[in-house]
């Protein structure tokens, strides 16, 4: 198939996107267009519009701003996973950019793109929502802050107005607590099954984050038992409240649950 024919402009600066946006009614941003264009394709969007981000400066920035890791929004995935302040300060974000998709889908897909586009299996916003980031989001009105915690409504919905361009994204420092991150998928570059983030904090409390098994990132604290048999019971009670699309991803859920709770401690899980 053949996307509906739509109107392309290509600003130079976020300001002009921002006003382009607010200008046409029914355009969309497009980045890496990863997601976008099979949408087109299949005509299941039929934008009037398209404004094009990738020239816009700055949008593809990593930095340390004070005690925050900064990211554009329009760096890519394998930039993401190559980084070496992501590597340094969220290891775990660079690793979990590194499941995202196959080669060619990293290299152009963003992280804006993930973030707006909120595939409940996919890999950065189940990050996000993990490591409590901010998303900057900015509209010819100007900035405003939310947190990734409120930011995803459920599946393929977020609080992104139709106006808004997702300039960046920002983490806080890692304060001593360690992460793992595990998924399952049919086949390495699919999308995953099911995925959970594990962080353990030294004073023994800590939290998972899953995704891909029900309609978005699920976050859920927990003081993790030590005991594995403990444990496995703990995984499977919390993976039954979750809204799975059916058993086998709440099996999935307790699996990868463990085995990036391993992975948190340095030991490789399975
Ligand atoms: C075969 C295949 C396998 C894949 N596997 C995975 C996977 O395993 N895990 C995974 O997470 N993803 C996967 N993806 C999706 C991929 O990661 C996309 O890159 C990502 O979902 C969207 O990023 P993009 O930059 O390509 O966005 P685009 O396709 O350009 O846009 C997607 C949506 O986001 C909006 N948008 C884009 N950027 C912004 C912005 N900065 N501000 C506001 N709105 C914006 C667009 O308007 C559109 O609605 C896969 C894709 C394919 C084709």
């Not at 600003?11 to 046409?24: C, D, K």
């Not at 496995?232 to 799975?244: C, E, G, R, S, V």
Request: net charge negative; with cysteine.
């Amino acid at each position: 198939m053949k996307p509906v024919a739509f109107a392309y402009y290509r600003p130079q600066s976020l300001a002009e996107a921002v006003r382009m946006l607010r200008e046409h009614p029914g355009s969309k941003p497009i980045a890496g267009g990863q997601s976008l264009i099979p949408l087109l394709n299949f005509r299941m969007a039929r934008p009037e519009a398209l404004v094009d981000l990738n020239r816009i400066p700055g949008l593809d920035e990593v930095e340390v701003r004070g005690q925050r890791l900064r990211i554009g929004g329009l760096v890519r995935h394998q930039q993401l996973h190559e980084h070496p302040l992501v590597r340094q300060h969220w290891p775990v974000l660079a690793q979990a950019a590194g499941e995202v998709g196959h080669w060619a889908i990293r290299n152009r897909g963003t992280l804006g793109g993930s973030l707006a586009h909120a595939d409940p299996a996919a890999e950065l916003p189940a990050v996000m929502v993990a490591a409590d980031a901010v998303f900057e989001l900015v509209s010819a009105d100007g900035v405003r802050q939310v947190p990734a915690r409120e930011f995803f409504y459920g599946y393929l919905m977020t609080a992104l107005q139709p106006d808004e361009v997702l300039a960046a994204v920002e983490l806080p420092l890692a304060s001593g607590t360690s992460w793992g991150f595990a998924e399952v998928a049919r086949r390495p570059g699919d999308f995953a099954l099911a995925g959970a983030i594990c962080e353990c904090r030294p004073d023994g409390t800590g939290a998972v984050t899953w995704f891909a098994v029900g309609g978005g990132p699920e976050r859920h604290e927990l003081v993790v038992a030590a005991d594995a048999n403990e444990r496995a019971a703990q995984w499977q009670d919390l993976a039954a409240t979750l809204d799975a699309q059916d058993d086998y991803r709440r099996h999935l859920a307790a699996v990868v649950a463990e085995t990036a709770y391993l992975r948190s401690l340095g030991r490789d899980g399975q």
